[in-house]
């Protein structure tokens, strides 16, 4: 296997040499493309392998026919490479003749570096040849097998739209050139499976005891799969917790929110704690799940309500002391009153 930069001249430069030894006629164009993936949408599994498969074909009796075609893919990148688990393995190129499927030895170059679309990426790219000059006419498969995965086989995450790119033109020749150029070079793969995340907010809350914790699930269907996720809840001290949903529906790329509430014990001693763990699982696939924490927190018991209380017998005290005052004054009054008529 060569590895290299993806940039074309080598293969010119051999297929002008070659050609100038076998061309005994003038030019015309021959060869060219049959199909080609551009424009379809391939659906593979997470890890699982997928062909790019091309059909070209040769028809000048006499003449040798060479070809080359190639592709490229980005992938997000973590430090100088691309991201292991959004990226594609190249596993192998073959090509055929239709008719009897007599091999057509082929060559590949593959090449990596920085994308040249973008600069948060990492590109990648791959081109299929043959430049020895193969004598005999025929169309013929050329596939170009890849696999759902990264570096060291981890499978790629599930995903509705990754797409390869056909670059430029595919070459293929005889007595000349043949440069076509796929009208959507995009294929577009999609790599369904199902998958799913969960985030809990905030991340911890305290109240004290005898108080309702209120958080918010978020569940967000991250598969290319429509699913339903049932929704389970594990503590570490056996405080009462519950969610308002016992599960979630959720199309793929949806997102579904629940409430979880947290009660802590009316005993739970001063900055007592607890992690409590939401797990969404799929009900299609039940080793498909995710979850996530957060913490409950026992606060000091605050003290209005005893603070309260006082100041309402306070109030009602002051307010009877007044009543009285004013009940005696009048009484006193009366009491002159009667005594200055007699």
Not at 79 to 87: F, H, K, L, R, V
Not at 144 to 172: C, E, F, L, Q
Not at 227 to 239: A, P, V
Request: net charge negative; with cysteine; aromatic share 8%.
């Amino acid at each position: 296997m060569k590895t290299g930069h993806l940039t074309g001249v080598p293969l010119l430069i051999l297929l002008v040499l070659a050609l100038s030894t076998t061309l005994t006629a003038p030019p015309v164009l021959a060869g060219g493309v049959i199909e080609e993936p551009g424009g379809t949408t391939i659906d593979v599994e997470p890890g699982e392998e997928f062909t790019l498969r091309f059909k070209l074909y040769w028809d000048e009796p006499g003449f040798n026919g060479y070809f080359s075609l190639g592709f490229y893919w980005d992938s997000p990148k973590t430090d100088s490479a691309g991201t292991p688990s959004e990226n594609f393995t190249f596993v192998s190129a073959s090509a055929y003749l239709e008719d009897n499927h007599d091999d057509i030895p082929v060559d590949w170059t593959i090449g990596e570096g920085a994308s040249s679309t973008d600069p948060t990426k990492w590109g990648y790219s791959i081109v299929v040849d043959y430049i020895a000059g193969y004598p005999h006419d025929d169309n013929f498969f050329v596939d170009v097998v890849m696999r759902a995965s990264g570096t060291g086989g981890m499978s790629h995450i599930p995903t509705n739209n990754h797409p390869i790119k056909i670059i430029s033109t595919i070459d293929v020749a005889e007595s000349d050139f043949t440069s076509y150029t796929p009208p959507d070079p995009n294929v577009t793969v999609r790599v369904l499976g199902r998958s799913v995340a969960v985030a809990i907010s905030p991340s911890e809350k305290s109240g004290p005891p005898g108080s309702t914790l209120s958080y918010s699930v978020t569940v967000t269907n991250t598969g290319t799969l429509d699913d339903k996720y049932d929704l389970t809840i594990s503590d570490s001290e056996n405080w009462s917790a519950t969610t308002s949903l016992a599960s979630l529906t959720l199309a793929s790329g949806a997102t579904g929110e629940a409430t979880l509430s947290v009660v802590v014990p009316p005993d739970a001693g001063e900055d007592a704690s607890i992690t409590v763990v939401v797990k969404a699982t799929s009900t299609e696939d039940p080793t498909v799940s995710n979850s996530s924490a957060c913490d409950a927190v026992a606060s000091e018991p605050t003290a209005w309500p005893t603070a309260l209380a006082i100041l309402i017998v306070v109030i009602v005290l002051a307010g009877g002391f007044t009543l009285y005052s004013i009940f005696k004054r009048v009484q006193q009054k009366r009491k002159i009153r009667h005594t200055f008529r007699i």
